[in-house]
């Protein structure tokens, strides 16, 4: 049962992961598809393979699950040999997104049923097969912009027997399925689920000064695409960390929230802002500010300083800053808490 271990690896891929979006799909595919004799290797039938589909797909974080109903019929011919299949499939995939891109990439399972099935030379079902598996991978691009679902979606497909008898079947088909996204669970519901630690709401700031740090232009900058922090910015925020300890009843709230530029995939862009968030959150906790005066939020892209769509701007918009709500800070706090960064 060597297909087994593509079920598996498909259903449990897609049971890892945080909710997002679901769509429906309809695709079309088409490509190359060959048959060899295991007792006669030399001989090879070779065709064209296409297909029609339709299903239900869902993106969850880094994650993609798709679940669909099709039709495809297949010709292969060798020195006057045909060999035709026309068969219903039931597919189901997995797929993990590349890095920061739209690309993924994962297993892919296809089972055919129908009268034809066993890809038998005349043509006929030779072994009364109505039942065949057929697994492999799939590359897949989403023409999306960033922070939205996906509309359109293209890539190659490579399948090839995994219980059929004396003889492989491989094919490779290009892919196309148009999308209509239904509900969303986006920026908000994904910010909301990001709050570190539940707080009382802060009280509106009636007197007193409220600062906001862009940490980023004191020093404490990241790795690209990384959440690890470097020794200095260690050093930056302990140093800020002994300030409000030592001023501790002159403010009531920090509110640390991370940010990145719209590039990428737009969920990595949310858990990426998030984790750093929490990095810094981490450090005050540790140097001994209290863990339920602080919060930490991811925002992604969602709030961006500048909307232009140059390296500049997007250089701006990857940025965590911190807000201090206060009340009663005099001055001379907000001075000290200034003088720790460079």
Do not use: C
């Amino acid at each position: 049962m060597k297909y087994v271990f593509f079920a598996l690896l498909v259903f449990t891929s897609t049971a890892h992961a945080d909710g997002s979006w679901q769509a429906f799909y309809l695709g079309l595919e088409g490509g190359l598809i060959e048959k060899k004799s295991v007792q006669a290797p030399e001989i090879e039938n070779s065709g064209e393979q296409f297909g029609v589909k339709g299903g239900w797909a869902l993106y969850r974080d880094q994650w993609q699950g798709d679940l669909g109903l099709g039709y495809r019929a297949d010709e292969m011919e060798n020195k006057g040999v045909k060999v035709k299949t026309n068969a219903f499939f039931l597919e189901a995939g997995a797929r993990v997104s590349l890095a920061s891109t739209n690309w993924s990439f994962g297993p892919q399972l296809h089972l055919l049923f129908g009268q034809d099935v066993s890809f038998s030379d005349t043509g006929t079902n030779s072994d009364d097969r109505q039942v065949s598996v057929l697994g492999g991978g799939r590359l897949f691009y989403d023409f999306r912009k960033a922070g939205e679902p996906t509309k359109f979606r293209t890539g190659l497909q490579i399948l090839t027997d995994l219980d059929i008898p004396d003889r492989q079947v491989t094919s490779a088909l290009l892919v196309f399925e148009w999308m209509w996204p239904g509900e969303r669970r986006g920026a908000q519901q994904v910010v909301n689920t990001n709050v570190v630690i539940n707080v009382p709401e802060a009280k509106p700031v009636a007197t007193g000064p409220r600062l906001k740090v862009d940490l980023k232009s004191v020093g404490v900058t990241f790795e690209s695409g990384s959440d690890e922090l470097s020794p200095r910015a260690r050093q930056i925020l302990e140093k800020m960390a002994s300030v409000l300890i030592e001023y501790n009843g002159q403010w009531q709230l920090i509110k640390i929230d991370g940010h990145t530029d719209k590039t990428g995939n737009y969920q990595n862009n949310i858990s990426l802002s998030r984790r750093r968030a929490v990095a810094v959150r981490e450090v005050f906790v540790a140097s001994g500010v209290k863990a339920d005066r602080i919060v930490a939020r991811g925002f992604g892209p969602d709030l961006p300083l500048v909307a232009e769509d140059t390296k500049e701007a997007y250089s701006r918009n990857r940025r965590v800053e911190l807000n201090l709500i206060s009340e009663n800070a005099t001055e001379e706090f907000v001075e000290k808490l200034k003088a720790t960064t460079p």
